[in-house]
């Protein structure tokens, strides 16, 4: 960008080069021609090079979070506009209105999409969204209060952005877990519950944890009265990455019972399914859970078959075609 730059008639950086004149023009459309080109590949690769899946394995796995292509524009916006911030005031009023309204849009989004599936990633997410904010209030503070403790006034607010951050994943989490499937009133909302429920019980989780998802599943065991549910469908229940019924393990504890627990998940996810029919994104998380936790190769192709008819978006479509 500081090809548009000049002072005195001439380039800001390399005098040789007159203002407006011939090479600069060149130098000009060269720059924005290969500034476009780059930012088309990099909207390219954002969009289809992402797991927009739940992926037990794979932390960087997203939420299908609408404002992807808005956070790209964003940084490209805010590069630009730092060339020219210092010659031209305009442009610092324009850059710090535009970076508070997208600071609170960017949270508002973390809050309301979960941007990632794995806790660690998204918290970390998050954690940048706020200190981001944090920044900017910062520096703004640093044009207009006249004070040298701007250092210490940015370290205040490190922890506090965590604990608040923390706070909100945990928060929300929990109320997705504890929440009845029936009850769950978006698409992305149960797609985070099937995965939350999901890394539960596949993982070491702390005793709070554990508490909460042992009265889940006596809560289903006691409630229950479908016969199609887990409970009732012991001796038919199987596991292709284990080689076991239901019934070959613990029937006593269905805690301990890892077949039972990956057919109580598959219970969500067809509740899903059927809640949120014209959904692609959720068959398309349920075709992996079938393929990657149950071995179902089959079902899962089926299930991606049927998404492929609901028009699914560029990375949906990518994603159907990566996993085929």
Request: net charge negative; hydrophobic share 45%; aromatic share 16%.
């Amino acid at each position: 960008m500081s090809t548009f730059l000049c002072q005195d008639g001439h380039h800001l950086i390399d005098t040789a080069v007159s203002c407006k004149g011939w090479l600069q023009i060149l130098l000009i459309s060269l720059a924005l021609f290969f500034t476009s080109l780059l930012a088309g590949l990099v909207v390219l690769s954002a969009l289809l090079y992402r797991q927009s899946h739940p992926d037990p394995e794979d932390a960087l796995s997203e939420t299908e979070n609408p404002l992807i292509l808005g956070m790209i524009l964003y940084r490209t916006f805010v590069f630009a506009m730092g060339t020219f911030e210092e010659k031209y005031f305009g442009v610092f009023i324009v850059k710090y209105v535009v970076m508070i309204m997208m600071s609170a849009l960017f949270i508002w989004q973390y809050i309301k999409y979960f941007p990632y599936f794995d806790s660690y990633m998204s918290v970390l997410y998050g954690y940048c969204l706020f200190m981001h904010a944090w920044v900017i209030i910062v520096s703004l503070m640093t044009y207009i209060v006249p004070f040298s403790g701007h250092l210490v006034m940015f370290l205040t607010g490190v922890l506090p952005a965590f604990l608040v951050v923390f706070n909100i994943r945990s928060r929300l989490i929990y109320e997705l877990t504890v929440t009845l499937p029936d009850q769950i009133n978006s698409e992305l909302a149960a797609i985070m519950q099937c995965y939350s429920i999901n890394m539960l019980i596949s993982s070491k989780i702390p005793p709070n944890q554990e508490i909460v998802l042992t009265g889940m599943i006596y809560f289903h065991e006691k409630e229950c009265k479908d016969k199609d549910c887990p409970i009732h469908l012991l001796n038919e229940l199987y596991d292709a990455s284990m080689g076991k019924l239901a019934s070959d393990e613990n029937t006593e504890n269905l805690r301990k019972n890892q077949v039972y627990l990956k057919h109580y998940v598959k219970l969500y996810y067809t509740i899903a399914v059927s809640k949120f029919e014209s959904s692609p994104g959720i068959r398309i998380a349920y075709a992996f859970f079938l393929f990657y936790t149950l071995r179902n190769i089959h079902t899962s192709l089926t299930e991606l078959a049927y998404a492929k008819k609901l028009n699914p978006n560029i990375t949906q479509n990518f994603e159907i075609y990566k996993f085929e």
